[in-house]
C-alpha cells in the first residue's frame, strides 16, 4: 500500500456528493447512482460498472494497476486504474463461504487471502481473482467469529472469538502455531520480529507460538493496541480515553494524551510539515476527529465528527463517510522529502469498512 501523507501546514477537506470507496491524487472510484464510476484528477471518466445494494459493506485492497473492492463478502469489482472494461462476478461462496475479514494480498500472482465461514467452519484461502478458483484452503475451526487478521509478509495472524490466536504461513496456510487465551483479548494484534503483540485481560503479550511474555507498564493499563511505528508502541488507556505511546525496546512510557470521549477508530499515517515528516495519528469520537503528532507527542488540531458513520484510509487519502451518502476526504500530498529510516509505512490494525 502506499505511503499517506497530509500536509499539516494546512489541512485541506472536500467534501464529495458521493460515497466514495477509494480516492488518490490521480484516481477517484465512487458510487453515482446504480454505478461504480471510476474516474481521473480532472473528473473524467475512465470506465463504470454495476454497483451491488449493499455498497456500504465492503472491503478494498489496492494493487500497482488495479483495485479490487469485495461487497458483502461475496460480490467482487476488479477496476483496472488504466482505463480497462472492468468486470465483476459473484464470488463462488458455496465452495468455501463468504469472506468475513480484511483482505491480505497473496505473496504471488493475482490472487487475494481472506478468511471465511462456512457451515460454521472458519478458514483462510487463498483465492485467484483471474481464474475465480481457489488456491488453497488452510484447516477450519468451529469459530463463530473472526475479530482481527494482520500479516507481516510472511506470517499471517488471526484472532477468533476472543480467545483463539492462530499463525498461518503465507505461502501455503499451513498452520505455525496456535494459541488458545483462558481470558478475553482485544481485536488489536500486531506483527514484530516473527512474533504477535497483543493485549488479553488489560495486560500487553508478545509471543512467538512458543513461549509468551507479560510485558508490565507502571501505573498504565492498556485498552487496545492501535500502531507500532519503529520502536513506538502506540496504545490506548483508560477505556479508550487516552493516547500513549509505549517504547518496546526500552520497555518505557513516552507520553500520554488525555482525552475526553472513548475513541472509536484511529489511523496512523504520515504528515508534513516545514518539510518534515512525522508519524501522525487520526483519533475518531463520537464528537470529533483528533490530529495528534506522535513524533512530537501531542494533539495538532481537531474537527468536528459527529456526522460521521467511519474513518478509514484508502490509497493516500483519509476518507470519512458520512450519514447522508457524502464523503469528505483529506487528500495526500506529494512527498518532496524522502522518508528517512523508521517511518515506513506503520503497521496498524485495519477492519473492514462498514457503515449504517
Known amino acids: 500500500m502506499r505511503e499517506c501523507v497530509i500536509s499539516l501546514s494546512r489541512i485541506e477537506k472536500e467534501i464529495r456528493d458521493h460515497f466514495v470507496f477509494y480516492a488518490t491524487n490521480e484516481l477517484i472510484i465512487y458510487k453515482d447512482r446504480q454505478n461504480i464510476i471510476a474516474a481521473n484528477c480532472d473528473g473524467t471518466e475512465i470506465c463504470r460498472s454495476k454497483c451491488p445494494n449493499e455498497y456500504k459493506h465492503y472491503e478494498s485492497i489496492e494493487f500497482e494497476d488495479a483495485v479490487i473492492l469485495i461487497f458483502s463478502g461475496k460480490h467482487m469489482v476488479f477496476i483496472d486504474k488504466y482505463g480497462s472494461h472492468p468486470f465483476d462476478f459473484d464470488m463462488p461462496v458455496q465452495k468455501f463461504g463468504r469472506s468475513l475479514s480484511r483482505i491480505i494480498k497473496a505473496p504471488s500472482g493475482n490472487s487475494i487471502i481472506f478468511g471465511a465461514k462456512l457451515y460454521g467452519q472458519v478458514h483462510f484461502v487463498n483465492f485467484d481473482f483471474m481464474t475465480r478458483k481457489r488456491i488453497w484452503q488452510t484447516s477450519s475451526w468451529e469459530i463463530a467469529h473472526v475479530n482481527n487478521v494482520v500479516d507481516d509478509g510472511h506470517t499471517i495472524y488471526s484472532l477468533m472469538d476472543n480467545t483463539f490466536i492462530v499463525a498461518l504461513d503465507k505461502t501455503n496456510g499451513e498452520t505455525k502455531w496456535t494459541r488458545f487465551e483462558s481470558g478475553q483479548s ?152 524522502p522518508l528517512q529510516q523508521g517511518e515506513g509505512i506503520a503497521q496498524s490494525r485495519e477492519g473492514e469498512h462498514k457503515a449504517p
Open 186 to 337: 482485544q481485536p488489536d494484534l500486531i506483527p514484530i520480529s516473527d512474533s504477535l503483540l497483543y493485549t488479553s485481560e488489560g495486560g500487553l503479550r508478545i509471543t512467538d507460538g512458543k513461549k509468551v511474555e507479560n510485558i508490565r507498564i507502571p501505573t498504565i493499563r492498556p485498552t487496545s493496541l492501535e500502531s507500532l511505528v519503529g520502536d513506538n508502541l502506540y496504545l490506548t488507556t483508560k477505556d479508550k480515553h487516552n493516547v500513549g505511546c509505549y517504547n518496546i525496546k526500552k520497555r518505557e512510557m513516552v507520553w500520554e494524551i488525555a482525552g475526553s470521549f472513548p475513541i472509536i477508530k484511529t489511523l496512523t499515517i504520515k504528515g508534513q510539515k516545514d518539510g518534515r515528516i512525522v508519524d501522525v495519528m487520526l483519533v475518531r469520537t463520537k464528537k470529533d476527529v483528533a490530529i495528534l503528532n506522535l513524533t512530537d507527542g501531542r494533539a495538532h488540531t481537531f474537527f468536528r465528527a459527529d456526522s460521521f458513520t467511519d474513518m478509514h484510509r484508502t490509497g493516500n487519502h483519509v476518507l470519512f463517510h458520512q450519514t447522508k451518502g457524502t464523503t469528505m476526504m483529506i487528500p495526500g500530498v506529494d512527498i518532496q522529502v
